[in-house]
């Protein structure tokens, strides 16, 4: 089976005149070889397609794969990570990992709340802003508050401004996003409780949780871009409590099958003041590097390596489309 390989190479924009910041999802080179490698392992012809653009222009030019292996995550907009799988639709060429609707639903966070809380999913109360007088009435929120972009990923529009007490300092970051990421900001009652991510395989009834860890960020720093770029120093990650997985792993089953996602990925929580687990986002395009990644990490730290996980996916997938 050829498999092609579609991704955004970070270096490929930077040499473009891309920002930093514009970039931070993008993947290094080392971890598209990670991938080429299991694959290869695995027995599949491997062939690098690249981004979006480079994608158009195989296609055009008559390139065909038995299934795409999609890491690409966009450039521009909020459907920025459904381009790749809703042009392979069109060409009806199977891919791995979820759909063009699940990707755009997911990346915008406030969207996704509300298709977990109406699945029964455990969700702090918030707001989308899509100006500042959204903030007029703020009378169901109780500070602090937690503000961030809604359609990003990788931590990115995160600092440690991110936690407001005051309306003042909430209009004026809120302003500020606005202005800086030019789409709305979700405002959340802030969740002080302990944060984990949890990783899920397969899809509907027949999902599985791979493991969970906690994430536990030095001197309570929000889990920013920088902080993520710069775990080793900020960072301590550890395998989930027995007494919390269970309440964990429900929080992660629950909202994967509410959003319909496919084949792998991760789901956040973080415990309310109650101490009750609540869901803070999805993520259907979870990272594969095999050792920075968390998907990886956490499926390591409860036992499960880089090379089962990578199976598992690939078994999905093939299922999905009638392949195995």
Same mark, same amino acid.
């Given at each position: 089976?050829?498999?092609?390989?579609?991704?955004?190479?970070?270096?490929?924009?930077?040499?473009?005149?891309?920002t930093m910041d514009e970039t931070a999802e993008f993947d290094k080179e080392e971890t598209v070889v990670a991938?080429?490698?299991?694959? %290869?392992?695995?027995?599949?012809?491997?062939?690098?397609?690249?981004?979006?653009?480079?994608l158009v222009e195989k296609l055009a030019a008559g390139e065909r794969w038995d299934m795409v292996f999609n890491?690409?995550?966009?450039?521009?907009?909020?459907?920025?990570?459904?381009?790749?799988?809703?042009?392979?639709?069109?060409?009806?060429?199977?891919?791995?990992?979820?759909?063009?609707?699940?990707?755009?639903?997911?990346? *915008?966070?406030?969207?996704?709340?509300? %298709?977990?809380? /109406?699945?029964?999913?455990?969700?702090?109360?918030?707001?989308?802003? $899509?100006?500042?007088?959204?903030?007029?009435?703020?009378?169901?929120?109780?500070?602090?508050?937690?503000?961030?972009?809604?359609?990003?990923?990788?931590?990115?529009?995160?600092?440690t401004r991110s936690l407001v007490r005051d309306r003042e300092s909430l209009v004026a970051l809120v302003q500020?996003?606005?202005?800086?990421? *030019?789409?709305?900001?979700?405002?959340?009652?802030?969740?002080?409780?302990?944060?984990?991510?949890?990783?899920?395989?397969? *899809?509907?009834?027949?999902?599985?949780?791979?493991?969970?860890?906690?994430? %536990?960020?030095?001197?309570?720093?929000?889990?920013?871009?920088?902080?993520?770029?710069?775990?080793?120093?900020?960072?301590?990650?550890?395998?989930?409590?027995?007494?919390?997985?269970?309440?964990?792993?429900?929080?992660?089953?629950?909202?994967?099958? /509410?959003?319909?996602?496919?084949?792998?990925?991760?789901?956040?929580?973080?415990?309310?003041?109650?101490?009750?687990?609540?869901?803070?986002?999805?993520?259907?395009?979870?990272?594969?590097?095999?050792?920075?990644?968390?998907?990886?990490?956490?499926?390591?730290? $409860?036992?499960?390596?880089?090379?089962?996980?990578?199976?598992? %996916?690939?078994?999905?997938?093939?299922?999905?489309?009638?392949?195995?």
């Amino acid at each position: 089976m050829k498999i092609g390989l579609t991704y955004d190479l970070r270096s490929w924009y930077l040499e473009r005149g891309y920002t930093m910041d514009e970039t931070a999802e993008f993947d290094k080179e080392e971890t598209v070889v990670a991938l080429e490698n299991e694959l %290869i392992r695995q027995g599949y012809q491997t062939v690098r397609i690249g981004n979006i653009f480079q994608l158009v222009e195989k296609l055009a030019a008559g390139e065909r794969w038995d299934m795409v292996f999609n890491i690409a995550e966009g450039l521009c907009g909020d459907g920025r990570e459904s381009v790749v799988p809703a042009l392979l639709d069109q060409y009806r060429i199977p891919y791995v990992f979820s759909g063009p609707v699940v990707m755009g639903v997911s990346l *915008n966070k406030y969207l996704t709340r509300l %298709i977990v809380a /109406a699945a029964g999913v455990p969700v702090c109360p918030g707001i989308v802003a $899509n100006s500042v007088h959204d903030l007029d009435n703020l009378s169901t929120l109780e500070f602090p508050l937690f503000v961030k972009p809604a359609a990003e990923g990788t931590g990115k529009g995160i600092t440690t401004r991110s936690l407001v007490r005051d309306r003042e300092s909430l209009v004026a970051l809120v302003q500020e996003l606005l202005t800086t990421y *030019n789409q709305p900001v979700l405002v959340e009652e802030y969740l002080p409780g302990r944060e984990f991510t949890v990783g899920v395989t397969g *899809n509907g009834a027949e999902a599985k949780v791979t493991g969970g860890m906690e994430v %536990i960020c030095r001197d309570n720093l929000p889990y920013s871009v920088e902080v993520k770029e710069n775990y080793e120093n900020y960072v301590k990650y550890s395998v989930y409590d027995e007494d919390l997985r269970s309440e964990c792993d429900a929080v992660a089953l629950g909202a994967w099958r /509410a959003l319909g996602a496919v084949d792998a990925g991760r789901v956040d929580m973080k415990a309310d003041r109650h101490g009750r687990m609540c869901f803070i986002e999805a993520n259907p395009l979870a990272g594969l590097n095999p050792v920075h990644s968390d998907l990886p990490m956490l499926s390591r730290l $409860n036992s499960m390596d880089y090379c089962t996980l990578m199976e598992m %996916i690939m078994d999905s997938a093939k299922k999905r489309y009638g392949l195995s």
